[in-house]
């Protein structure tokens, strides 16, 4: 079923989740690809009953004009989601902007212990407190036991873990693998904005975290990070933003490598316009 009032979201779920099941929950802000489609089959083979929101979050973006360009296709969504997903198993939740905020579209403000000061939160100012604010209001109109999220926005995972053990909710957060498309561009909703030419010319953002990986082995954090500046300025048409290796726990970028650490590498470049970011265990 399909609804679009957060209160008949939870009556409805009152009366049909049992007491002895468990509510597996994905949000996603639509645009649905394989990427979304594998967390639900990952919600559904692990919970009970799937929650799936659709909900473009507008205190979110730092950016107006990024607003207004997000795809939306809602319709199209409902398919795909019905498609793979058993429908006496799942709920939509896909509400307007007013049934999530009311008369005041603005974000609270939360505090994540610094992993919301660096990288997206450096170039995005803003961004996560609004991903906090729908977060909380989600999770606490579909009181979900699991919440499922893919590993491209790895940022997000980490701050969305920090923030239930913050609030104590008693929610399992999941992080799943990234998803990509043939060729290795991670699946995203962006994806729709690129032509067909750039869409291909993307899979270079995969090719240059796998070179990264394999030189980070032998070589120090500067020079691993050179190394991806160097290639991108020989790729025509990509604008770098940032290419940063940083401690997977902290999120802190770092300079100098510790055994028994994890690294991961994160990517932002633009191509056509179009804001696009993978990362990669290192």
């Known amino acids: 079923m399909i609804f679009k009032s957060h209160k008949l979201l939870t009556e409805h779920l009152k009366k049909k989740v049992k007491s002895s099941e468990t509510i597996g929950f994905v949000p996603t802000m639509g645009a649905l690809h394989q990427g979304h489609i ?73 505090r ?56 104590k909710w008693h929610i399992k957060i999941i992080g799943c693998p990234i998803e990509r498309e043939p060729h290795g561009l991670a699946m995203s909703s962006r994806n729709e904005r690129l032509s067909p030419e750039a869409r291909k010319k993307a899979q270079f953002i995969y090719t240059s975290l796998k070179l990264a990986k394999i030189y980070f082995q032998q ?21 770098l933003e940032y290419f940063t290796i940083a401690s997977e726990e902290t999120l802190k970028p770092v300079v100098r490598k510790y055994k028994k650490h994890h690294y991961r590498g994160f990517i932002v470049a633009y ?12």
């Not at 979050?57 to 207004?68: G, R, V």
């Not at 360009?69 to 006496?88: A, S």
């Not at 909380?136 to 699991?146: G, S, Y």
């Open 38 to 110: 594998s967390l639900m089959k990952a919600a559904i083979s692990q919970c009970d009953q799937l929650v799936v929101s659709i909900f473009v979050n507008p205190t979110q973006f730092d950016n107006k004009k990024d607003l207004e360009k997000y795809p939306r296709t809602i319709n199209n969504d409902i398919k795909l989601i019905q498609k793979f997903i058993t429908t006496d198993q799942l709920t939509i939740y896909a509400p307007e902007v007013k049934d999530v905020y009311g008369k005041q579209t603005v974000a609270k403000t939360y």
């Open 271 to 282: 191509l056509e316009g179009v804001r696009l970011i993978d990362n990669i265990a290192l």
């Open 219 to 239: 070589h120090s954090i500067k020079k691993t990070q050179k190394l991806v500046e160097a290639l991108f300025k020989k790729e025509p048409g990509f604008e």
């Open 112 to 167: 994540y212990d610094g992993l919301e000061h660096v990288m997206e939160g450096a170039n995005r100012p803003g961004h996560f407190n609004g991903v906090g604010t729908i977060l909380e209001f989600l999770f606490k109109v579909i009181d979900p036991d699991q919440a499922f999220f893919g590993e491209k926005d790895f940022q997000q995972l980490q701050i969305v873990k920090k923030l239930v053990a913050q609030q």
